[in-house]
C-alpha cells in the first residue's frame, strides 16, 4: 500500500511555472514507477508524465514535452513535476500515480492548476 499526496498547485499566468510534488508513504518508494496524469473539466484523464524507478527513463506527453520536466528523490520519498511556459489549455486537477508491476495502482487526491491567460 502507497498513499500519495500532491501539492504545490495555483493560480499562474499564461508563460508562469509551477512546481508540483507528490509525497509517498508506505511501501518502498523505490518499487515503484512514479507518473503525472492530467484531468481538465469534461475531458478524460490524460497521461503527461512518468518516471522509472530510479530515474533513468522518462516519458512526456507530446503537448508538454520541452516545458515539463518530471523528477523523482527516493531518499525523500518524493516525485516532482516542474511545469514551465504554462499555457491555459494546462489547466486541469494534476495527479501522481505509482505503478507496480503493469498499472497505476495508487493513486493522490490531485491538485489544482489553473492558467490564466
Known amino acids: 500500500q502507497v498513499q500519495l499526496v500532491e501539492s504545490g498547485g495555483g493560480l499562474v499566468q499564461a508563460g508562469g511555472s509551477l512546481r508540483l510534488s507528490c509525497a509517498a508513504s508506505?511501501?518502498?518508494?523505490?518499487?515503484?514507477?512514479m507518473g503525472w496524469f492530467r484531468q481538465a473539466p469534461g475531458k478524460e484523464r490524460e497521461f503527461v508524465a512518468s518516471?522509472?524507478?530510479?530515474?533513468?527513463?522518462?516519458k512526456y506527453a507530446d503537448s508538454v514535452k520541452g516545458r515539463f520536466t518530471i523528477s523523482r528523490d527516493n531518499a525523500k520519498n518524493t516525485a516532482s513535476l516542474q511545469m514551465n511556459s504554462l499555457k491555459p489549455e494546462d489547466t486541469a486537477v494534476y495527479y501522481c500515480?505509482?505503478?507496480?508491476?503493469?498499472?497505476?495502482?495508487?493513486w493522490g487526491q490531485g491538485t489544482h492548476v489553473t492558467v490564466s491567460s
Open positions: 500515480a505509482a505503478r507496480g508491476s503493469s498499472q497505476y495502482d495508487y
Open positions: 508506505g511501501r518502498t518508494f523505490s518499487s515503484y514507477a
Open positions: 518516471i522509472s524507478r530510479y530515474g533513468g527513463t522518462t
